[in-house]
């Protein structure tokens, strides 16, 4: 009987040691021998975006040292598509934990860390645990499940077939600023009343119900300037988002949501005050709902 309870016994440890083994491997590569190739995410799925921006930036070493490396991290697991990523704090980073806590507490950082992703590498939900042994585990649960993804790519590509291929870059941002315009409603019950109809926060409200807050306009055309294979982000100010884009060796603002008023009379309009225009002159036509932080989206500093 001793025999058998030994036996169940390694049989446990063994199992328990297979379970745990690629966390006990990353133990001992931060704590002990310090192979720094333990830690390369170089896992990428289809919407990972090549970014060229001061705020952040993609890193495959996942090695913290600080508060600014920590954001790098959290910001390249969303961009490569890896939905839980698990890492250990270095033994000289005595402060690790604490800022991780800090950060993975503040919003702002997130939200903002959020908007220079891919929608549908964007999250809902993030969710970051740590333990005694300073392993860090970062979650984010996607705003877009596979479902909507692939009917907006079907979308995106149907929309897309209206366009001549020879045309200019700019005239097929214009069709693609228009279109939406043309098909889309702003969301007044939800924004008015917290009438929930319509996914009118995603580009799913947009280009499928019809009806969108500035989070679906932007993320619509988010979606149509990926697809066109131009830079772009979302950029937010404290109540609203819009689109920042990058062409001839320029950064623009395109504000859907203020292209599409809202008249008295029902009339469908299309405007362009705030298409492809620069800081200078956003801040000319609204200095309030416009006014962002020249921190985070430091290309379109004044």
């Given at each position: 009987m001793k025999f058998i309870y030994k036996a169940l016994l390694v049989l446990t440890l063994i199992g328990i040691l297979y379970v745990t083994k690629e966390d006990i491997i990353k133990w001992l590569a931060t704590h002990v021998i310090k192979n720094e190739e333990i830690f390369i995410l170089s896992s990428k799925n289809d919407y990972t975006k090549e970014n060229h921006v001061n705020y952040i930036?993609?890193?495959n070493q996942i090695i913290p040292m600080n508060m600014n490396d920590l954001k790098n991290i959290?910001?390249?697991i969303l961009n490569s598509g890896e939905k839980s990523y698990s890492f250990y704090c270095p033994r000289e980073y005595t402060s690790c934990i604490d800022d991780v806590k800090t950060l993975a507490n503040d919003q702002i950082v997130l939200s903002n860390l959020n908007n220079f992703v891919?929608?549908?590498?964007s999250f809902k939900n993030i969710e970051t645990?740590?333990?005694?042994f300073n392993k860090v585990t970062i979650t984010y649960y996607p705003v877009y499940?596979?479902?909507?993804?692939a009917t907006l790519t079907n979308k995106v590509l149907e929309i897309a077939n209206g366009i001549d291929e020879e045309s200019p870059l700019l005239d097929k941002i214009k069709f693609f600023h228009d279109y939406i315009i043309k098909h889309t409603k702003y969301d007044s019950n939800r924004s008015d009343s917290?009438?929930?109809t319509y996914q009118s926060d995603t580009a799913y409200g947009a280009l499928i119900e019809g009806y969108a807050l500035c989070g679906g306009y932007t993320d619509s055309m988010a979606l149509f300037l990926d697809h066109l294979g131009v830079e772009n982000y979302k950029i937010a100010s404290e109540n609203h988002v819009w689109n920042a884009l990058y062409i001839d060796n320029t950064w623009y603002h395109l504000d859907l949501t203020w292209d599409d008023p809202i008249t008295t009379d029902g009339t469908d309009i299309i405007e362009y005050n705030f298409y492809l225009i620069t800081t200078d002159e956003l801040m000319e036509l609204d200095s309030t709902q416009h006014r962002f932080n020249e921190e985070v989206y430091q290309e379109l500093k004044q």
């Open positions: 930036k993609q890193v959290y910001y390249s891919h929608p549908f590498n645990e740590y333990d005694s499940q596979e479902s909507d993804k917290s009438l929930v």
